[in-house]
C-alpha cells in the first residue's frame, strides 16, 4: 500500500556528478525527488546539501529546475512516468520514461527503466532512492504534464 510512501520530504539518490566540469569531481551530490499526494513527482536537479537546495528553493518561490512526472501506486510497486531530457551525441530532446520500483519502509528500490518511445529497456536500473524530511517543495502546480491525458496510456 501507499501507506510507507512518505510526502513530507524527498527520496534521494547520492552520486558523484559526472557532468561536472568543477575541480571537485569527488563530491557526492543528492539527487531530490518530490513526490505530491496527487500523483505528481519531480526530479529536480543536483545539489552539494540540503541546505543549498532549501536556499534555491526559497529564493525560486518554489520553483527548481527539473522534470515533472506522475507516478502511481499497486500494492508494493511504484510506476513513475516522467517526460524529461534525452541527451545523445548530437541532440537535445524530450523523452518519455516509465520507472518501476518497489517501496520498501523509507526507500523506493527502482528496478527497470523503460523508454516508452522505442518501447525498450533501457537497463534494470538498480537505484535506491532514500528519504529524508525536508519542510519546502516545489510548487506541485508547475506540473504541466499532470493534465496529459497520454501519460500511462499505451503509446
Known sequence: SDLNLKFEGFYYKIKSNSFSTSVDSSVNYIYPIFLYSDGSIIFSGAVKNKNVLRERLSENNKTVWGY??????????IFIETIGPGITADSFHQVRRTRIGIIKKDTIIIVKLIDRKKNEVLGEEKDT???????????????????????????
Open 68 to 77: 515533472w512526472g506522475n507516478f502511481k501506486i499497486n500494492k508494493d510497486s
Open 129 to 155: 532512492l532514500l528519504f529524508t524530511n525536508f519542510e519546502i517543495k516545489p510548487d506541485s502546480t508547475k506540473n504541466w504534464i499532470r493534465q496529459k491525458k497520454r501519460l500511462f496510456k499505451k503509446n
